[in-house]
């Protein structure tokens, strides 16, 4: 069966500019990828890779230092980098919604639980009076919080970090959304607290169908709940491929680097370091971003950038000596 | 100076810890305990990594405060070298800070913005030694030099420094004082994955060659069986399961461990298995459930449970399980 995609991001690229535009950051240096409905897709990479610069050049809720300059962002077949600010707030939170890391954060401390989730649901639907406190009780029970006729009125402060995760979870998946981003959305829970989190997460996906877009970089979670994995480094792709394959032959460098890195219980062997540090986004080596810390580079990829190559289908690395599987 | 010698570097005995809750706003009344810790053994020997999980609320930080001084016990006591550590002498108390320091998880919050690298280094050691200029110079020097940083970067402010560099800083200023044990409270959660195990390397270097010992505290059940040789699970203040790290992973017995494990995510795709998750959350320490603290959230508990708290018994060498259901039958591993 063919599946539609759902979004598709083309030469996407935005800068961060510092000191009045004598110092540009490349956080994201064009970057195209295709989402198909119903997918689950994990974005993974090190902090400053460009992970939350995409999601937020995505939903157009970019800082102000920074600015997309170039690129589309096809989201049903319309480009978002065109729409209006009006446009864009009827597709956030009703078309793509967004869980981040921090429930603390993301929770406003004064307004109630069914405040919070029914400011979206005015927003975006018609649902009044009894029919809106109606559909907030179904939302609370759908991410599995008992007894939602208390938990409505109770505050943010009186709920467990999972509790508030799941009550922003709620918030997201409240006006049923296409494409749902989770920004780091289980790093600040606790192991068993975690796993529930994600096996929520699996099941809306498979009771909805809405099409997830996971930013880690926890090798776990991409392997318990993704299907297709983007590896970021220092702004650009370097790879992407199906799950099973990142894992049996990484074709970048730098993505069989992080899963030497990772840590596993299965197996308590020696694991092996990435040397030096992730590069200054304002100041990247020239050549192949990786190219300092790889220990296959030598002179050809230290003077001119690699280009994406293809090997096989839905399957590309970055790299002039990617490992063919 | 006649010096008696002792197989352990601190011994805690039944450890509480009650912090109490107050209501009233001029007459102020206790109207409950958070019980933080509540009993807890434990033997930090020489040369020991002992790995401490458990989800945030189980008592391991402030267990590590009891030890650095920070929190009184409620009940109990901490024996360095046969002494009550909360009744030391200013000198055994010099001697105790020297011997015991402290990594802690954020390197941006436990450096302090207004010192240079040299004056954080040695700001231990002037606290509790006399040493002279020269002497300090030489200390931070081969301090740097241990933990893999340049010694030029002793004039710089930690503000310059990377997060992986200013981790390095703060593990200098741990060795710096020739001390025996360190406490690291989730030392790599704030470190890049591809930094963190840089991190975990050089500590586990400098345990194996300077002959330290650690209490590693952290969530990560993958990274502390990585770096430990002994392993306590904790529950609401009380540590359910010890034992040695190989042991503990092949031969689970406490349903809490078991359940730690089984929530740890795959290496592999492949590797995924189908399994419950623990349902619940950890219940408040204000109000610990009675009989066995973990009953609420145990799939396979008992009538017993609810009653009556089981208490740490021996199931195999240097094992030690705190589970009814457990109690008889599995003497045989």
Same mark, same amino acid.
């Given at each position: 069966?063919?599946?539609?995609?759902?979004? $598709?991001?083309?030469?996407?690229?935005?800068?961060?500019?510092?000191?009045?535009?004598?110092?540009? +950051?490349?956080?994201?240096?064009?970057?195209?990828?295709?989402?198909?409905?119903?997918?689950?897709?994990?974005?993974?990479?090190?902090?400053?890779?460009?992970?939350?610069?995409?999601?937020?050049?995505?939903?157009? +809720?970019?800082?102000?230092?920074?600015?997309?300059?170039?690129?589309?962002?096809?989201?049903?077949?319309?480009?978002?980098?065109?729409?209006?600010?009006?446009?864009?707030?009827?597709?956030?939170?009703?078309?793509?919604?967004?869980?981040?890391?921090? =429930?603390?954060?993301?929770?406003?401390?004064?307004?109630?639980?069914?405040? $919070?989730?029914?400011?979206?649901?005015?927003?975006?639907?018609?649902?009044?009076?009894?029919?809106?406190?109606?559909?907030?009780?179904?939302?609370?029970?759908?991410?599995?919080?008992?007894?939602?006729?208390?938990?409505?009125?109770?505050?943010?402060?009186?709920?467990?970090?999972?509790?508030?995760?799941?009550?922003?979870?709620?918030?997201?998946?409240?006006?049923?959304?296409?494409?749902?981003?989770?920004?780091?959305?289980?790093?600040?829970?606790?192991?068993?607290?975690?796993?529930?989190?994600?096996?929520?997460?699996?099941?809306?996906?498979?009771?909805?169908?809405?099409?997830?877009?996971?930013?880690?970089?926890?090798?776990?979670? +991409?392997?318990?709940?993704?299907?297709?994995?983007?590896?970021?480094?220092?702004?650009?792709?370097?790879?992407?491929?199906?799950?099973?394959?990142?894992?049996?032959?990484?074709?970048?460098?730098?993505?069989?680097?992080?899963?030497?890195?990772?840590?596993?219980?299965?197996?308590?062997?020696?694991?092996?370091?990435?040397?030096?540090?992730? =590069?200054?986004?304002?100041?990247?080596?020239?050549?192949?971003?990786?190219? =300092?810390?790889?220990?296959?580079?030598?002179?050809?990829?230290?003077?001119?950038?690699?280009?994406? +190559?293809?090997?096989?289908?839905?399957?590309?690395?970055?790299?002039?000596?990617?490992?063919?599987? | 100076?006649?010096?008696?010698?002792?197989?352990?570097?601190?011994?805690?005995?039944?450890?509480?810890?009650?912090?109490?809750?107050?209501?009233?706003?001029?007459?102020?009344?206790?109207?409950?305990?958070?019980?933080?810790?509540?009993?807890?053994?434990?033997?930090?020997? #020489?040369?020991?990594?002992?790995?401490?999980?458990?989800?945030?609320?189980?008592?391991?930080?402030?267990?590590?405060?009891?030890?650095?001084?920070?929190?009184?016990?409620?009940?109990?006591?901490?024996?360095?070298?046969?002494?009550?550590?909360?009744?030391? @002498?200013?000198?055994?108390?010099?001697?105790?800070?020297?011997?015991?320091?402290?990594?802690?998880?954020?390197?941006?919050?436990?450096?302090?913005?207004?010192?240079?690298?040299?004056?954080?280094?040695?700001?231990?050691?002037? &606290? %509790?030694?006399?040493?002279?200029?020269?002497?300090?110079?030489?200390?931070?020097?081969?301090?740097?030099?241990?933990?893999?940083?340049?010694?030029?970067?002793?004039? &710089?402010?930690?503000?310059?420094?990377?997060?992986?560099?200013?981790?390095?800083?703060?593990?200098?200023?741990?060795?710096?004082? @020739? %001390?025996?044990?360190?406490?690291?409270?989730?030392?790599?959660?704030?470190? @890049?994955?591809?930094?963190?195990?840089?991190?975990?390397?050089?500590?586990?270097?400098?345990?194996?060659?300077?002959?330290? %010992?650690?209490?590693?505290?952290?969530?990560?059940?993958?990274?502390?069986?990585?770096?430990?040789?002994?392993?306590?699970?904790?529950?609401?203040?009380?540590? &359910?399961? !010890?034992?040695?790290?190989?042991?503990?992973?092949?031969?689970? &017995?406490?349903?809490?461990?078991?359940?730690?494990?089984?929530?740890?995510?795959?290496?592999? #795709?492949?590797?995924?298995?189908?399994?419950?998750?623990?349902?619940?959350?950890?219940?408040?320490?204000?109000?610990?459930?009675?009989?066995?603290? !973990?009953? #609420?959230?145990? #799939?396979?508990?008992?009538?017993?449970?609810?009653?009556?708290?089981?208490?740490?018994?021996?199931?195999?060498?240097?094992?030690?399980?705190?589970?009814?259901?457990?109690?008889?039958?599995?003497? @045989?591993?």
């Amino acid at each position: 069966m063919e599946k539609k995609t759902l979004l $598709q991001v083309a030469g996407l690229t935005t800068y961060f500019f510092a000191f009045a535009r004598t110092r540009i +950051v490349k956080a994201i240096d064009n970057v195209s990828f295709e989402v198909n409905a119903g997918d689950r897709l994990a974005l993974i990479g090190e902090s400053g890779c460009g992970k939350s610069t995409l999601a937020a050049s995505i939903l157009r +809720v970019l800082p102000p230092s920074g600015e997309t300059v170039s690129g589309k962002i096809l989201f049903e077949g319309e480009d978002l980098l065109q729409k209006s600010n009006k446009e864009m707030t009827r597709i956030r939170g009703r078309k793509i919604a967004m869980i981040l890391q921090d =429930p603390m954060m993301s929770l406003d401390p004064v307004f109630t639980i069914g405040e $919070q989730i029914g400011e979206t649901l005015e927003q975006h639907t018609r649902l009044r009076g009894d029919s809106l406190i109606q559909r907030i009780k179904e939302l609370l029970l759908a991410v599995q919080i008992p007894e939602p006729e208390r938990r409505i009125h109770q505050w943010p402060h009186e709920m467990s970090g999972g509790m508030r995760q799941r009550i922003v979870g709620s918030i997201a998946i409240s006006c049923e959304p296409q494409l749902l981003i989770c920004d780091e959305a289980t790093t600040n829970l606790d192991v068993t607290i975690q796993l529930q989190y994600l096996k929520l997460l699996k099941d809306l996906q498979q009771n909805t169908g809405v099409t997830l877009v996971f930013i880690t970089h926890n090798l776990g979670i +991409v392997a318990e709940l993704c299907e297709y994995v983007i590896v970021m480094y220092a702004g650009k792709i370097v790879e992407r491929a199906p799950v099973m394959d990142i894992f049996d032959s990484p074709a970048h460098p730098y993505t069989r680097a992080l899963l030497d890195a990772a840590f596993g219980l299965q197996d308590l062997r020696k694991r092996r370091p990435i040397p030096g540090e992730p =590069p200054n986004l304002a100041s990247l080596p020239l050549g192949c971003s990786f190219n =300092p810390r790889c220990k296959y580079a030598d002179d050809h990829c230290r003077k001119e950038e690699p280009p994406e +190559v293809t090997l096989a289908a839905a399957r590309s690395a970055k790299c002039w000596y990617p490992v063919r599987g | 100076m006649e010096k008696k010698e002792f197989d352990y570097l601190l011994r805690i005995k039944n450890l509480k810890v009650h912090f109490p809750v107050k209501a009233g706003i001029i007459f102020d009344h206790v109207i409950g305990w958070v019980k933080a810790l509540d009993g807890v053994d434990l033997t930090i020997k #020489p040369s020991q990594v002992i790995g401490m999980v458990g989800e945030s609320g189980s008592g391991k930080t402030t267990l590590a405060k009891v030890l650095l001084l920070l929190e009184k016990p409620t009940k109990g006591e901490v024996l360095f070298e046969g002494k009550e550590i909360h009744s030391l @002498d200013d000198w055994e108390l010099k001697a105790y800070r020297r011997t015991i320091q402290a990594v802690f998880q954020d390197p941006f919050a436990s450096l302090s913005p207004r010192l240079r690298v040299q004056e954080i280094i040695t700001e231990p050691l002037k &606290v %509790s030694s006399n040493l002279g200029k020269e002497e300090l110079d030489n200390r931070v020097g081969e301090a740097l030099h241990r933990v893999g940083l340049d010694t030029g970067l002793r004039r &710089v402010y930690p503000h310059e420094l990377s997060g992986g560099q200013r981790q390095r800083v703060a593990i200098a200023r741990a060795i710096s004082t @020739d %001390s025996k044990i360190i406490i690291l409270d989730e030392p790599t959660s704030a470190l @890049d994955v591809s930094v963190r195990l840089q991190v975990v390397h050089l500590l586990m270097d400098l345990q194996k060659d300077l002959g330290l %010992s650690y209490l590693l505290i952290g969530h990560d059940l993958a990274m502390v069986a990585y770096m430990s040789t002994d392993i306590a699970v904790m529950y609401l203040g009380k540590i &359910v399961e !010890f034992a040695e790290t190989k042991e503990l992973l092949s031969n689970t &017995v406490h349903p809490y461990t078991q359940a730690l494990m089984a929530a740890s995510l795959p290496d592999h #795709p492949r590797n995924k298995r189908e399994r419950a998750a623990l349902s619940g959350e950890i219940a408040s320490p204000l109000n610990v459930p009675p009989g066995c603290r !973990f009953h #609420p959230r145990c #799939p396979g508990k008992k009538n017993i449970c609810q009653g009556q708290e089981p208490s740490l018994m021996a199931v195999g060498k240097n094992h030690w399980v705190a589970c009814h259901l457990n109690n008889a039958g599995s003497q @045989d591993c």
